[in-house]
T-cell receptor, first 114, second 108 residues
Framework: DTEVTQTPKHLVMGMTNKKSLKCEQH?????MYWYKQKAKKPPELMFV???????INESVPSRFSPECPNSSLLNLHLHALQPEDSALYLC?????????????FGQGTRLTVV | GIQVEQSPPDLILQEGANSTLRCNFS?????LQWFHQNPWGQLINLFY?????KQNGRLSATTVATERYSLLYISSSQTTDSGVYFC??????????WGAGTKLIIKP
């Protein structure tokens, strides 16, 4: 099973709403990632969790709050977003260390902030 | 940091044609992946290919690590091959560094 599952697939939220994006993998990967992708651009790294601990935060605004409850789950909590935060949000996972570090991506959540 | 360049940026082909996409990178890398992003946004793993040659059906890829480039070959193109093809390499921290992508349109 090389699947990363993201929910929801689509989300429309107002600027005062609080919502969460969810990501799940069962490949035993110990690194999990959140990416943001705008139209016609490659994905941009937001956060990296290694062994359930936040290891990289790419200067992401505090209105985005990641959480890794266990090695299989990754959440992204959203609060007071701006219209420019509308984008495709991608979750990924990969093994840590070793020879093969292939990353696998979920199908993404298309977020619209109104 | 490592720079990744993909060419061409856009490619329009008729169904049945063959194509070659190129990825150049500026430094030695731990791995290299090719992805296809379909019109719905899904990033599909095509190849994990830090070096050598791999084939999967109509697709094949070659990475020459010593010369810092990788090629993705698509033969007998189908309309479902349309989308954006990304090359991504891992730096020393195993973070993915992305190329800008090649947008491929296959016309019926």
């Amino acid at each position: 099973d090389t699947e990363v599952t993201q929910t929801p697939k689509h989300l429309v939220m107002g600027m005062t709403n609080k919502k969460s994006l969810k990501c799940e993998q069962h490949m035993g990967h110990r690194a999990m990632y959140w990416y943001k992708q705008k139209a016609k651009k490659p994905p941009e790294l937001m956060f990296v969790y290694s062994y359930e601990k936040l290891s990289i935060n790419e200067s992401v605004p505090s209105r985005f709050s990641p959480e890794c409850p266990n090695s299989s789950l990754l959440n992204l909590h959203l609060h007071a977003l701006q219209p420019e935060d509308s984008a495709l949000y991608l979750c990924a996972s990969s093994p840590l260390g070793g020879v093969n570090t292939e990353a696998f991506f979920g199908q993404g959540t298309r977020l619209t902030v109104v | 940091g490592i720079q990744v360049e993909q060419s061409p940026p856009d490619l329009i082909l008729q169904e049945g044609a063959n194509s070659t996409l190129r990825c150049n990178f500026s430094d030695s890398v731990n791995n290299l992946q090719w992805f296809h992003q379909n019109p719905w946004g899904q990033l599909i793993n095509l190849f994990y290919i830090p070096s050598g040659t791999k084939q999967n059906g109509r697709l094949s890829a070659t990475t020459v690590a010593t010369e810092r480039y990788s090629l993705l070959y698509i033969s007998s193109s189908q309309t479902t091959d349309s989308g954006v093809y990304f090359c991504a390499v891992s730096d020393s921290n195993y973070q993915l560094i992305w190329g800008a992508g090649t947008k491929l349109i296959i016309k019926p």
